[in-house]
């Protein structure tokens, strides 16, 4: 450590411990080398519940299995954190590491320690804040609490109160949301102020609301989090101290050669995601920030989707499962055809729809997916909804959706409450905003699997497909806070009358497929076998 201010406290604990204020756990030697040693400290935390676990296991644990063994990764940011601790420096570090890499173990550990070393003196606050209560904090505190219940120099010393503070001595540990609502104005952290997430956190909340907490003290300012979109705060610290001591950044490959099961899991979510350039992958594992925004689907993705070697079909197969989805458009009040109103309103939306097969014996694929093939789709503009309802019933009933989506919101949601009406299978659906982001990021998914392929087709003389590929060109994505997506019409000059609906419908697909399980096609069957019923008495009634 070296600082004579931590030294100073350390020194102090000492003499309250020999003065009977604190009964030693361990030998003076041994609590002097835990204090100054974070390895040495997280050994004799757990080493003895790593033997019991051993010995109720009848065979040694892996290295990477050990609780006692802190990974280098670990080790040396806890040395970082508490040199700015001890150094009163003010520095701000950005801390990030991989998703599941242990992160929130990490963090326990240092809140621990901070309660252990700083506990003889007066005032010592370390405060810590996340985005949300429930996971984030509560999370957090399970942590600290695990450390505290196995700490030798800390065990059965240290009490909770109001919910949201530990405290061992005259040290404490506060536990405050950075929720945008959040009223958290006047703490004070004279040890460090940790913010968990930091890359979520709304910068102008941290800049008027917590960054004081550390104005009369000097504390240092540790923000943990991964990658996002270049716009969040915790990527604009990264920016400002690259090069320097100031940000640490352990990615995916790091952990997943500490540790076969790290690897594993990597993997695993890579084949899951398609690719190692998907967003979540770059952003979350990688630790690589993606653009705020730009082309939704690159070459290489357009490629993978119009790559199918299926023709386009008029009519379902025996054997196969089909799917709908749905994107409704507005009504015009010209009555002109489709082609007329695309030239007279160019910006009018589009409702296109599509219908997706699958072969339900197919096994579902190591990475948790089954093929799907866009095999044909319907294409309408300004059409009242009064006719599209019908049209889209007689469609659903001619390949005998098992699930489908249609797009709820807006102008659409008369037509997609009345079509679930009549095809239960056919759910009516008001994204969210986060809605709308896994349904962006499952697109890519599969997409960058190769799971989802449209017809096989030629453009010139296919019009509706040759209108999807240019709506896959020029479709955009916009990542916003939290780093939810959604997407975005193209802007500036001579993207008049271009259109995003077909791309927004096929995003639907994987609720498609969700939906089609056995209780919404058995809905489905009863209803179709109530409306053939209908159609059979109303023939019997006019032949009377």
Known sequence: MGSQHQKAAIGLWLVVASCGGLTPLLAREDRIAAM???????????????????????????????????????????????????????????????????????????????????RALPGSSWVRMAPTLKPQLVNSKLRLEKHLLHDPLLRGRWSKREGYIYESGA?????????????????????????????????????????????????PTILWGVAADKLDMLHEHRESAAGTDRVLAYPASVWCELSPAYAGHYESRVRELGSEDHPTILTQYRLIPVESQGAFLNDIRRAALFAGDHPRLEAPRAGMAYGIVIDIGGESEQELDDAELRQVEPERDYTMAWILEWDPRQKIGVDGKRDIRVVNGIWWVGKSHMAVLPEL??????????????????VGEAV????????????????????????????????????????????????????VQAQARHTRYQIRGHQQMRLAKPTGAHTRGLHIDGVKALTYMHRAVEISGADAYQMFLERRLEAQKADRERAEQEDS
């Open 393 to 410: 019933v007689d469609l659903c009933l001619k390949w005998g959706v098992r699930g489908g989506v249609s797009d709820a919101r807006g």
């Open 416 to 467: 997609a409450m009345a079509l679930e009406k009549k095809i239960p299978a056919v759910k009516a659906y008001k994204a969210s905003t986060e809605d709308v982001s896994q349904d962006c990021y499952a697109a890519l998914a599969w997409i960058d699997c190769g799971r989802l392929k449209f017809w096989k087709g030629n453009p010139a003389a296919d019009e509706q497909l040759r209108e």
């Open 36 to 118: 100054t040693d974070p390895a040495y400290h997280r050994h004799v935390m757990f080493s003895r519940q790593d033997a019991l676990v051993e010995k109720a296991m009848g065979q040694p644990l892996q290295e990477h299995e050990r609780q006692a063994r802190l990974p280098w990764p670990q080790a040396e940011i806890i040395r970082r954190v508490e040199r700015a601790i001890a150094e009163r420096s003010g520095d701000v570090i950005s801390i990030l590491m991989a998703r599941q890499s242990g992160k929130n173990e990490c963090e326990g550990f240092l809140e621990a320690r901070a309660l252990s070393i700083w």
């Open 171 to 219: 040290a404490q540990i506060q536990f405050l949301s950075a929720g945008p609502n959040a009223n958290v104005v006047g703490a004070t952290a004279s040890i460090a102020l940790s913010v968990d997430e930091a890359h979520k956190i709304d910068k102008g909340k941290f800049d008027e609301d917590l960054a004081p907490f550390t104005a009369s003290t000097n504390a």
